[in-house]
């Protein structure tokens, strides 16, 4: 079993619609949970970090984390075009006496159609 | 821009040759990463540096790999007697270095293509 597990799509919506992106983890460990952005060719673009289990908001966009069930999800509210990219699940157990690396999902790749 | 750049952005070398990619993380940030991505995964993590200091490696990083970061700035990864399984996106980021590493930075990647 991977330490992450995210669903690699593809994902096509309209223009406007909700967005929910998950992601499961085995170790229990992790601390610190991350979403990025990943255009084509590019490199990934922090977009969401949350500690901890809760809830945060920043715009459009809002993650949540249940250390309970090691499941992650970032949700895209009145998503957009310029949204369509690969989104990629990140978490660290950084500071809790394990390694400092971020343990990537292998991103699930979403295009918002016009 | 200041963002993290990596040098050069696309390279394409014969099996067993070397190669070495540049990269120059954003200023004064003390923390930098080398990740490596193939098509349809995640980037996974291969070394990181606080300043000059090599703090971490991964069983991913043979002995044919090396990374250096002199003098705490700028960072080579070299790769020695390429391998067509060594055909990947080299990524490098960079944090400022607080408490923990919450905020990479990536640049845009060096893709190699081993033939």
């Known amino acids: 079993q991977k330490e992450v597990e995210q669903d690699p799509g593809p994902l096509s919506v309209p223009e406007g619609a909700i967005v929910s992106l998950n992601c499961t983890y085995s170790?229990?460990?992790?601390?610190?949970f991350m979403w990025y952005r990943q255009y084509s060719r590019k490199g990934p673009e922090l977009l969401m970090y949350?500690?901890?289990?809760g809830n945060k908001e920043d715009g459009r966009f809002t993650a949540q984390v249940d250390k309970s069930s090691k499941y992650i999800s970032l949700f895209i509210r009145d998503s957009q075009p310029s949204d369509s990219a690969t989104y990629l699940c990140?978490?660290?157990?950084?500071?809790?006496?394990?390694?400092?690396?971020?343990?990537f999902g292998k991103g699930t790749k979403l295009t918002v159609n016009p | 821009d200041t963002g993290v750049s990596q040098n050069p952005r696309h390279k394409i070398t014969k099996r067993g040759q070397n190669v070495t990619f540049r990269c120059d993380p954003i200023?004064?940030?003390?923390?930098l990463y080398w990740y490596r991505q193939t098509l349809g995964q995640g980037p996974e993590f291969l070394t990181y540096?606080?300043?000059?200091?090599?703090?971490?490696k991964s069983r991913l990083l043979s002995d044919r790999f090396s990374a250096e970061r002199p003098k705490g700035s700028f960072s080579t990864l070299e790769i020695q007697r390429t391998e067509q399984g060594d055909s990947a996106m080299y990524l490098c980021?960079?944090?400022?270095?607080?408490?923990?590493?919450?905020?990479?930075?990536f640049g845009s990647g060096t893709q190699l293509s081993v033939l």
């Open positions: 990140a978490m660290s157990a950084a500071g809790q006496g394990g390694s400092e690396k971020l343990v």
């Open positions: 980021a960079s944090s400022p270095g607080g408490a923990v590493n919450e905020k990479l930075f």
């Open positions: 540096f606080q300043n000059e200091a090599q703090l971490e």
């Open positions: 200023s004064e940030h003390n923390r």
């Open positions: 949350t500690y901890s289990s």
């Open positions: 170790n229990s460990a992790f601390q610190y």
